[in-house]
């Protein structure tokens, strides 16, 4: 009877090599990091780096199946990658694949096995010495230039150049397109039209030709052609607010679209330019009639609409604004019905101005103050120029109504033609001046007025008298605290 016995199988060593992925190379790869591992973590990472590459594999093989091939490609490489959501190996191509060369392995460890490594190009110095040098494209950088000043593109380097234009027909069609009431606006108020080479004011030469017309076009600016757009905003805009028995509702709501849209600073000029022909074409009328007065009404809230626009840079075309605003306050025959509205208006549009502009341009004031005051003193003058020479005063300021009626003598100079003629035909200039007055010192319902017998409200009235004159002395001296202030004197 015989004993089966069966051998024990041989155990595989710990340190013994399993897989395809050498523990060796695993190592390398840590020294290389500076990292000292053990020979189990070297075992395990191999184990996994080869089972990791098998995974490759069989997606790679996947992809090659599918593209009905035998040989697999580095794309069927990138695509598995991508599947398992690894990044892809950067600088293989199946289109230039990348040629190894083998190495033998050493003779002193002939175990290690051949070592396949990518080939590169040698490169043949001489050869690229005496190559042409290719310069260095320049470094990025950065410069500020202006794209355009006052709505004008100047012409330099940076900003693409004007077009030419070989004929004037669409200049004179958007010329007959943007004309209201026989009046073609001008660019930039400077009497260009927007045809570059017609109607050209005189001692100004025509354009040159040919390389001449090049030199100047490099030394001149731009001028300005308005959009389709903005072409046909000017139209419905002006026809909305001219003539004024127009809708009541599309004229609101121009007035609304010009004091709030953005995007209207290439057409200002436009505006500010038609603002200034309506107005002179109505007041170089002897006398306006009510329906004229009712334009001027509509061309102050135009210019007042322009200043509340806070996207609108109005400072370049504040000389073109304000002839006619002072031309409505101090002209003589405005229609009687509303002579007094225009004045008013006038007013506080001059003091819109005046709030917005006055401490960029310090002089402005003063300027407009000795205006006012000659329209209000100067012998000859009407009462509808002195009354808005006052009602002007008022918009600028307390000081210029202290300065021009009380120091300046203008109310002695009304209280003398007041007094000289019928009640009635001076009751608005009078009115104006009390109204001044009252800007002084807001006159109070419970007022009590100068004591005669008082000894300072006696040398009160009398410097109420010399500086007003009897006529107003008598009307301020119904309040006390209103003559004091306008005296100066003291409270009691």
């Given at each position: 009877m015989q004993n089966n016995t069966t051998k024990p199988k041989a155990r595989i060593g710990q340190g013994a090599q399993t897989g395809v992925?050498?523990?060796?190379?695993i190592k390398d790869i840590a020294e290389s990091l500076n990292i000292t591992i053990s020979d189990s973590v070297a075992s395990s990472l191999a184990s996994d780096v080869e089972y990791r590459i098998n995974q490759l594999i069989e997606e790679a093989a996947r992809f090659m199946r599918h593209g009905r091939r035998t040989m697999m490609t580095t794309a069927d490489v990138d695509q598995a990658l991508r599947v398992l959501n690894i990044e892809p190996l950067y600088g293989h191509s199946p289109y230039n694949p990348t040629t190894f060369r083998r190495a033998l392995p050493f003779p002193q460890v002939p175990a290690a096995g051949p070592?396949?490594?990518p080939e590169d190009e040698e490169i043949d110095f001489d050869r690229v010495l005496r190559e042409e040098k290719?310069?260095?494209?320049?470094?990025?950088g950065w410069t500020a230039h202006w794209l355009a000043v006052e709505g004008v593109q100047p012409l330099i380097p940076e900003n693409p150049p004007a077009i030419p234009r070989d004929t004037d027909g669409d200049a004179t069609a958007k010329g007959e397109l943007l004309k209201v009431n026989g009046v073609s606006p001008m660019v930039n108020g400077s009497g260009l039209p927007l045809g570059p080479t017609g109607n050209l004011p005189p001692g100004t030469k025509k354009p040159a030709t040919g390389q001449q017309a090049n030199l100047q076009q490099s030394q001149q600016i731009v001028k300005q052609v308005l959009s389709r757009e903005l072409q046909l905003y000017y139209a419905r805009l002006t026809s909305s607010l001219l003539p004024p028995t127009s809708d009541f509702s599309k004229r609101t709501a121009a007035l609304a679209s010009l004091r709030s849209d953005a995007g209207l600073q290439s057409l200002l000029p436009y505006l500010v330019r038609w603002v200034g022909e309506g107005?002179?074409?109505?007041?170089?009328?002897?006398s306006p009639s009510e329906s004229e007065g009712k334009v001027l009404e509509v061309l102050l809230d135009v210019i007042s609409a322009i200043l509340d626009n806070t996207t609108l840079f109005v400072e370049p075309y504040l000389h073109q604004i304000l002839p006619p605003i002072l031309s409505i306050l101090l002209h003589s025959s405005l229609p009687s019905s509303h002579a007094t509205q225009l004045r008013t208006t006038g007013s506080q549009t001059l003091s819109k101005l005046l709030t917005q502009h006055s401490t960029t341009y310090p002089s402005l004031s003063p300027r407009i103050m000795k205006t006012l005051l000659l329209a209000l003193i100067s012998p000859g003058k009407s009462h509808g120029t002195r009354e808005g020479a006052i009602r002007g005063l008022v918009g600028v300021g307390k000081e210029a109504v202290r300065k021009g009626l009380v120091e300046g003598g203008g109310a002695k100079v009304v209280a003398a033609e007041a007094e000289g003629q019928e009640a009635g035909s001076s009751y608005d200039l009078v009115n104006s001046v009390m109204d001044a007055l009252r800007v002084l010192h807001p006159q109070s319902d419970m007022a009590d007025s100068l004591d005669a017998s008082s000894e300072a409200d006696s040398e009160t009235y009398a410097q109420l008298n010399e500086l007003l004159g009897e006529f107003f002395a008598a009307r301020v001296a119904v309040d006390a605290a209103w003559a004091r202030e306008i005296v100066g004197a003291p409270k009691p």
């Amino acid at each position: 009877m015989q004993n089966n016995t069966t051998k024990p199988k041989a155990r595989i060593g710990q340190g013994a090599q399993t897989g395809v992925y050498k523990v060796d190379s695993i190592k390398d790869i840590a020294e290389s990091l500076n990292i000292t591992i053990s020979d189990s973590v070297a075992s395990s990472l191999a184990s996994d780096v080869e089972y990791r590459i098998n995974q490759l594999i069989e997606e790679a093989a996947r992809f090659m199946r599918h593209g009905r091939r035998t040989m697999m490609t580095t794309a069927d490489v990138d695509q598995a990658l991508r599947v398992l959501n690894i990044e892809p190996l950067y600088g293989h191509s199946p289109y230039n694949p990348t040629t190894f060369r083998r190495a033998l392995p050493f003779p002193q460890v002939p175990a290690a096995g051949p070592v396949y490594f990518p080939e590169d190009e040698e490169i043949d110095f001489d050869r690229v010495l005496r190559e042409e040098k290719i310069a260095l494209p320049k470094g990025v950088g950065w410069t500020a230039h202006w794209l355009a000043v006052e709505g004008v593109q100047p012409l330099i380097p940076e900003n693409p150049p004007a077009i030419p234009r070989d004929t004037d027909g669409d200049a004179t069609a958007k010329g007959e397109l943007l004309k209201v009431n026989g009046v073609s606006p001008m660019v930039n108020g400077s009497g260009l039209p927007l045809g570059p080479t017609g109607n050209l004011p005189p001692g100004t030469k025509k354009p040159a030709t040919g390389q001449q017309a090049n030199l100047q076009q490099s030394q001149q600016i731009v001028k300005q052609v308005l959009s389709r757009e903005l072409q046909l905003y000017y139209a419905r805009l002006t026809s909305s607010l001219l003539p004024p028995t127009s809708d009541f509702s599309k004229r609101t709501a121009a007035l609304a679209s010009l004091r709030s849209d953005a995007g209207l600073q290439s057409l200002l000029p436009y505006l500010v330019r038609w603002v200034g022909e309506g107005v002179v074409s109505v007041l170089k009328e002897e006398s306006p009639s009510e329906s004229e007065g009712k334009v001027l009404e509509v061309l102050l809230d135009v210019i007042s609409a322009i200043l509340d626009n806070t996207t609108l840079f109005v400072e370049p075309y504040l000389h073109q604004i304000l002839p006619p605003i002072l031309s409505i306050l101090l002209h003589s025959s405005l229609p009687s019905s509303h002579a007094t509205q225009l004045r008013t208006t006038g007013s506080q549009t001059l003091s819109k101005l005046l709030t917005q502009h006055s401490t960029t341009y310090p002089s402005l004031s003063p300027r407009i103050m000795k205006t006012l005051l000659l329209a209000l003193i100067s012998p000859g003058k009407s009462h509808g120029t002195r009354e808005g020479a006052i009602r002007g005063l008022v918009g600028v300021g307390k000081e210029a109504v202290r300065k021009g009626l009380v120091e300046g003598g203008g109310a002695k100079v009304v209280a003398a033609e007041a007094e000289g003629q019928e009640a009635g035909s001076s009751y608005d200039l009078v009115n104006s001046v009390m109204d001044a007055l009252r800007v002084l010192h807001p006159q109070s319902d419970m007022a009590d007025s100068l004591d005669a017998s008082s000894e300072a409200d006696s040398e009160t009235y009398a410097q109420l008298n010399e500086l007003l004159g009897e006529f107003f002395a008598a009307r301020v001296a119904v309040d006390a605290a209103w003559a004091r202030e306008i005296v100066g004197a003291p409270k009691p």
